[in-house]
């Protein structure tokens, strides 16, 4: 229901359940489903999902767009599973920490183009956090 706050979690399958990203959406959020307006009583059913093979999430349906005053906030969180090995021979990151510090939550805009997604920034320690102004695909990546 739009005219609720929802918080939701999605965990690595490993035996500590240790935490792959937390979605929190504030109340209002919605904004409209495929081109139609969405009022404090509308819900929608809304999935968030891993991305396989990478380190990110997809928020479907596609069409779903969020108040910009109340967008939802993604936050991953990399500290025991993500894989810094990209680094090694790299001329663009000296080190794992210089890779770390370049990481940013990047959206897909388009068939193979990419931008950096809003409000995009380190949350902690080994998290990165980001507005989501739509529905879509999501990844933690670092410039080439």
């Not at 080190?95 to 370049?102: G, T």
């Not at 990481?103 to 997604?117: F, K, M, N, P």
Request: aromatic share 10%; net charge negative; proline share 8%.
């Amino acid at each position: 229901m739009n005219s609720r706050a929802t918080v939701r979690v999605l965990s690595h399958p490993d035996g500590s359940i240790t935490a792959y990203m937390q979605l929190d959406v504030p109340a209002g959020a919605l904004a409209a489903l495929n081109g139609q307006p969405l009022g404090p009583n509308d819900s929608v059913m809304v999935t968030v999902s891993p991305r396989a093979g990478l380190y990110g999430f997809t928020i479907s349906p596609t069409g779903l767009e969020f108040v910009n005053a109340f967008r939802p906030t993604a936050t991953l969180f990399f500290a025991r599973y993500g894989d810094f090995s990209v680094v090694a021979g790299s001329p663009t990151y000296a080190s794992a920490d210089a890779y770390a510090a370049a990481l940013d939550i990047w959206r897909s805009v388009g068939i193979d183009r990419w931008e950096v997604a809003p409000s995009s920034r380190s949350s902690g320690t080994d998290q990165m956090s980001a507005s989501i102004p739509e529905g879509g695909e999501f990844v933690l990546a670092a410039p080439r």
